[in-house]
């Protein structure tokens, strides 16, 4: 929803942002001697790259859009975004062309300039367009009608819209929801009639998307009284357990709101896997491997690694590799490791208390098998038993497996003698999925360094 008011501004903010950009550069060269002259070719060539480079930066952290434009809080985190992606792109201009006219004060005095005058700008553009809006009427009269939670939130919405004049709820002293939740027609175009008298002329209808087909007379009636009417289907009734989106000209609800479907935080999520996995293999695997090979070697035979077909994302087996901790056994993909079982070597018993037999599956992670945050993975055999006794169990199968996970700080790890244990650990991995973030997975790494050095008693 943009009116003419707000279509000019967002124009209006792109090109004083340019001046304010120019103003800057011109400032900072005039005062440290840059350049011998503002007509130079060198000075044109170089303020033509750093506008480009501006506009590019807008771009990206959509400034000037729509989506970004109508929320201040946005706008400023916006702007700040692509001041600091200007530096480092104008930076690396500066770089790769060999550009040594360029002190290195000058840069500082720039983009300390473009902070502060951009703090400036939005400062007094957020207090022109305040003060304008208490004196005069920036756009048409809009109201809403229909008293229900959808209506109210909708309101609080258009409240906040300086560029619509909101003139309030019309539903108060005559409801035009029933108890039952259907839409009362005759109360509804008694309050459109005084609407129009009022000069209303715009009413957002909040209604259940099941009663849409049965306001053809309110329709009729805005009509008549010069009132457009725009219907708002209420869901707020599923808001909390669904998620929307769009698909083309589709809207799709999805069960639950999952943050790694976004591609750009399975991205981020990717890149944090691969810097840390490498960071691991390089400066602690080189070294670990060889300490662990001989001594795993002297004390029991068979292989340094051990191997196992455990469950994946969406299901898919994939071979995930630990130090191996026990002697050669035929019960390694049925039971699990128990307190004081006779399997388990000495070394065996102090890399699973410190959690070093795992080390390996950073490889797992460096090839795409597994993440460094997310579900434990489990046996095939495990997989098949509980997902037919724990509800919801393989929700847990929509990410990627982790070598540590929610669950596991929050002290469930270990043996599952109990389906009620099994239970607790797919909450806790439901709730990673539903709530992940980059900060999220941060403070769960955090606290598995933390606990390999501390101890915990479920490591076994």
């Not at 400034?63 to 929320?71: A, D, E, G, I, S």
């Not at 060889?290 to 070697?297: D, F, S």
């Not at 292989?303 to 056994?329: E, I």
């Amino acid at each position: 929803m943009e009116t003419r008011y707000s279509y000019i501004l967002r124009y209006a903010l792109a090109f004083s942002d340019i001046l304010l950009v120019n103003l800057c550069f011109f400032i900072a060269s005039q005062l440290l001697n840059v350049y011998e002259s503002t007509f130079t070719l060198d000075y044109r060539y170089d303020l033509i790259i750093c506008n480009l480079i501006w506009i590019v930066c807008t771009f990206v952290y959509t400034l000037y859009f729509k989506k970004t434009f109508h929320k201040l809080e946005a706008i400023y985190k916006a702007t700040l975004q692509s001041i600091s992606l200007h530096l480092v792109l104008f930076l690396s201009f500066l770089f790769f062309c060999e550009q040594t006219h360029f002190p290195r004060r000058f840069l500082v005095f720039f983009y300390l300039q473009m902070v502060l005058g951009f703090l400036i700008s939005r400062f007094f553009g957020t207090l022109f367009i305040s003060l304008y809006s208490k004196n005069f009427t920036l756009g048409k009269a809009v109201a809403v009608l229909g008293m229900s939670e959808g209506g109210v939130k909708l309101a609080s919405y258009l409240l906040k819209q300086n560029s619509l004049k909101f003139v309030g709820i019309l539903d108060k002293d005559r409801a035009t929801i029933s108890r039952k939740g259907t839409f009362k027609i005759s109360a509804a175009i008694e309050y459109l009639r005084a609407a129009a008298k009022k000069g209303v002329e715009e009413v957002y209808v909040s209604v259940r998307p099941d009663k849409l087909t049965d306001l053809t007379y309110l329709i009729r009636e805005g009509e008549k009284n010069c009132i457009n009417l725009k219907f708002v289907p209420d869901m707020s009734m599923l808001e909390s357990t669904f998620k929307f989106d769009k698909m083309g000209d589709f809207t799709v609800l999805s069960a639950r709101k999952e943050p790694l479907e976004d591609i750009k935080n399975r991205v981020k999520k990717r890149v944090f896997d691969i810097v840390v996995s490498l960071s691991v293999i390089i400066f602690i695997f080189t070294w670990l491997y060889p300490l662990l090979a001989i001594i795993i070697k002297l004390q029991s035979k068979g292989p340094v690694f051990f191997a196992q077909l455990r469950t994946g994302r969406n299901k898919k087996p994939f071979w995930c590799y630990k130090f191996r901790s026990m002697c050669l056994n035929n019960d390694c993909d049925k039971r699990q490791a128990s307190i004081d079982d006779d399997r388990i070597t000495p070394i065996g018993r102090f890399i699973r208390r410190t959690s070093l037999d795992e080390f390996p599956q950073f490889f797992n992670v460096l090839f795409g098998y597994m993440s460094i945050v997310g579900p434990r993975p489990h046996m095939l055999s495990h997989t098949e038993q509980y997902s037919q006794v724990v509800d919801n169990y393989m929700l847990r199968q929509f990410l990627k497996p982790g070598i540590t996970g929610w669950a596991q700080i929050n002290g469930y790890r270990g043996e599952t003698k109990e389906p009620g244990l099994m239970e607790k650990r797919v909450e806790h991995d439901i709730w990673y999925m539903e709530n992940w973030s980059v900060m999220l997975d941060l403070k769960i790494v955090f606290f598995t360094v933390f606990n390999m050095f501390k101890g915990e008693k479920n490591a076994y």
